[in-house]
């Protein structure tokens, strides 16, 4: 969830062909199935063994490496509908009222719940804390074809993380509806202290997988973050829905167990 001032708008329609374009490299999505391919069989020569131990443990992992945002790509975002009516509020005078920054240090793990609460309207004025904290969770649950979708990966091996911002409070996602079953909740930005679409959120993300940028897919609801992801060399999938992401992901060679009728 992003509680920044973010316009409700729909997603201009673009055609495959052009869409799963690298803005540097213009390969399209059967080229981006050969890099995935490619990058599933290429290790680091090290001379030192310490850098061929490394080499070993890339070997071994299941390219591509799949990252996913987390709010409106996997789980629904409360914070449209359900955070307005709590307060009694429309969206417009919620976005009026509150201060401009706090909810963004709250997901950097810069302040704790409790110092938001002291700041999360510009006046300062009280709320119950607990109680949207319960309206939060109470409106968590998974985008359709999503949690059957995230099993099929890690039934076939494939490494999972988000890669979301989202404050502590991603914890109180998880103890509802167990994501942490399919993915590691690794680049959470409470923990890594950055937030998408910023370019060092990306390099801190590669830097901790140790593997090339073109073999990790990453998956996000909003363009400019995949746009981002495809500025640092990943391969970039904007998500619609569940069935479209399918079809996104079998074309770039990853194993899946689709139906007949959606492979024609």
């Known amino acids: 969830m992003s509680l920044l001032l973010r316009p409700i708008t729909t997603t201009t329609t673009t055609t495959t062909s052009n869409f799963f374009l690298l803005p540097s490299s213009k390969k399209p999505l059967s080229r981006l199935r050969r890099r995935c391919s490619m990058a599933a069989t290429t290790t680091t020569t090290a001379s030192s063994s310490s850098l061929e131990e490394q080499g070993q443990e890339r070997k071994e992992k299941k390219l591509p490496i799949l990252l996913f945002d987390v709010m409106d790509t996997l789980v629904r975002d409360p914070f449209y509908n359900d955070i307005p009516q709590f307060f009694k509020m429309s969206m417009k ?4 009222c509150k201060h401009p920054t706090a909810w963004v240090e709250f997901e950097k793990g810069q302040i704790d719940e409790i110092q938001l609460a002291k700041k999360f309207f510009k006046d300062g004025r009280p709320f119950d804390l607990e109680g949207l904290k319960e309206c939060m969770v109470r409106g968590y649950f998974y985008i359709d074809g999503m949690e059957p979708l995230l099993q099929i990966l890690k039934e076939k091996g494939y490494e999972l993380h988000a890669f979301t911002n989202y404050p502590i409070w991603y914890m109180m996602i998880d103890n509802k509806l167990k994501l942490s079953d399919y993915l590691s909740w690794t680049f959470c930005s409470c923990k890594i202290g950055k937030r998408k679409p910023a370019a060092d959120s990306y390099v801190e993300v ?3 997988l140790g ?3 073109a073999s990790c897919v990453f998956v996000d609801d909003r363009v400019e973050n995949v746009e981002a992801a495809r500025n ?3 391969v970039g999938l904007h998500f619609r829905n569940a069935d479209s992401l ?4 079998f074309q770039l060679g990853i194993e899946l167990q689709l139906e007949t009728s959606n492979r024609n």
């Open 246 to 249: 399918k079809q996104d992901l």
């Open 206 to 208: 590669l830097h901790h």
């Open 211 to 213: 593997v090339e940028a």
């Open 232 to 234: 640092a060399g990943m």
């Open 93 to 96: 005078e919620l976005l009026e």
